[in-house]
């Protein structure tokens, strides 16, 4: 899977389908987007 919309990745991130580049960009991601932040945290 490789997609430069990171927002797009969160199902597959609560998921742990990502593979490890994409989960370390995913994971820096969440650093600063609170969006994504709150929607992970739904699925968890």
């Given at each position: 899977?490789?997609?430069?919309?990171?927002?797009?990745?969160?199902?597959?991130?609560?998921?742990?389908?990502?593979?490890?580049?994409?989960?370390?960009?995913?994971?820096?991601?969440?650093?600063?987007?609170s969006?994504?932040?709150?929607?992970?945290?739904?699925?968890?």
């Amino acid at each position: 899977m490789t997609t430069t919309d990171l927002h797009a990745l969160t199902g597959a991130y609560a998921l742990h389908a990502l593979p490890d580049d994409e989960r370390a960009a995913f994971e820096r991601h969440l650093t600063g987007c609170s969006s994504c932040a709150r929607e992970v945290a739904e699925f968890t």
